[in-house]
């Protein structure tokens, strides 16, 4: 995984800012609040005290709202998937509840009034639902890039990343300090879209995940398919509506990929993958075989996150060198660990 910055603690300007006693009552005492959650208008009537996160990406997410002090448990990071040093210690303070899929039992055992998840980040039928969560009062958020797995979506943006934290700050009553923290992101955005303004040749991109008998891709509702249509590429797989589908390697090899986007996580590990890409026989004729042509990612990059702005910077600086794109590592506040 590459190193992530830690860069100065301020998002910009900001006016005297409110005592802290202030904030905390403020929040406490928020108004009820409707947010759109995959289709259905879902109230919060409080604002959540006992969060629990799951998964890598989703972490980063609450913590990078500043909303750490609020965090009872986290799950869903197993050892093959890599956490910023700079989030590691506000893990460390709180249990790791389980790490493969929700478990009702420990969501209960730590007291959590509120659970940010997705299908397939810790949701699915017959286990942890949201709904099984409200039955035992405990209010939940659900990512946006995972309701593929319960409503229609055509497409899949970097502005849906932006969407959650949005919701998750209205949540929690930090809309204000939410803003503030994605402005940043939000710039850099808008600077890659102009940097890319006019761009013709997209090349042809293969997702590689995991798999050896069938490859397990992106497909055109997966996030890393939002950061190639920033970056100037183009999904081999983009005709897949689905989000992490199984590809097959005579289709890898038909449509001849100029590129191929390791996602770094599991075993084995990027350059493991590489190898074993190297070595496949039948697919030393692709263009990205023959010259080389790798991009690495890790997980929390590839799913959606606050990184995925710098990674699709990055990818764009890779694919298209004559654009000298600039890339703006992602800034975590300095937060107080008490």
Not at 63 to 78: Q, T
Not at 121 to 126: D, N, V
Not at 139 to 151: F, G, N, P, R, W
Request: charged fraction near 20%; include cysteine.
């Amino acid at each position: 995984m590459l190193p992530l910055a830690l860069l100065a603690a301020g998002c910009g300007e900001q006016k005297t800012p409110q005592p802290a006693a202030d904030q905390a009552h403020a929040r406490e005492h928020a108004p009820a609040v409707v947010i759109d959650v995959c289709g259905q208008p879902t109230r919060y009537d409080h604002v959540p005290q006992r969060a629990v996160t799951h998964d890598v990406n989703i972490a980063e997410m609450f913590l990078f709202l500043g909303l750490g002090e609020k965090l009872v448990g986290y799950g869903g990071i197993s050892s093959q998937k890599a956490i910023s040093p700079q989030l590691s210690p506000w893990l460390a303070r709180v249990p790791n509840l389980s790490e493969q899929g929700m478990n009702m039992e420990s969501l209960l055992g730590v007291n959590a009034d509120f659970v940010f998840g997705g299908w397939s980040y810790g949701f699915r039928p017959g286990g942890v639902t949201p709904e099984r969560l409200a039955e035992h009062g405990v209010a939940s958020y659900v990512l946006s890039e995972s309701c593929i797995h319960v409503q229609q979506r055509e497409r899949v943006a970097l502005d849906d990343g932006f969407k959650d934290m949005e919701n998750v700050g209205h949540i929690f009553g930090i809309r204000p300090q939410a803003e503030a923290r994605m402005a940043p992101l939000r710039a850099a955005l808008q600077q890659l879209r102009q940097q890319m303004q006019g761009v013709v040749d997209r090349p042809r991109v293969f997702v590689f995940d995991s798999g050896e008998k069938l490859p397990t891709t992106v497909g055109r509702l997966g996030m890393p398919q939002a950061m190639m249509d920033e970056a100037g590429a183009t999904n081999i797989f983009a005709d897949l509506a689905k989000n992490w589908p199984k590809g097959n390697w005579e289709d890898v090899i038909d449509r001849n990929p100029e590129w191929i986007i390791i996602v770094d996580y599991g075993t084995p590990n990027a350059q493991g993958k590489i190898d074993f890409l190297l070595q496949k026989k039948e697919l030393e004729a692709v263009s990205a075989i023959r010259h080389r042509r790798f991009f690495v990612m890790s997980y929390a990059e590839a799913t959606p996150g606050p990184r995925n702005v710098e990674t699709a910077q990055r990818l764009a600086a890779a694919l298209h060198p004559e654009r000298k794109i600039g890339v703006n590592a992602v800034e975590f506040q300095r937060e107080a660990l008490h």
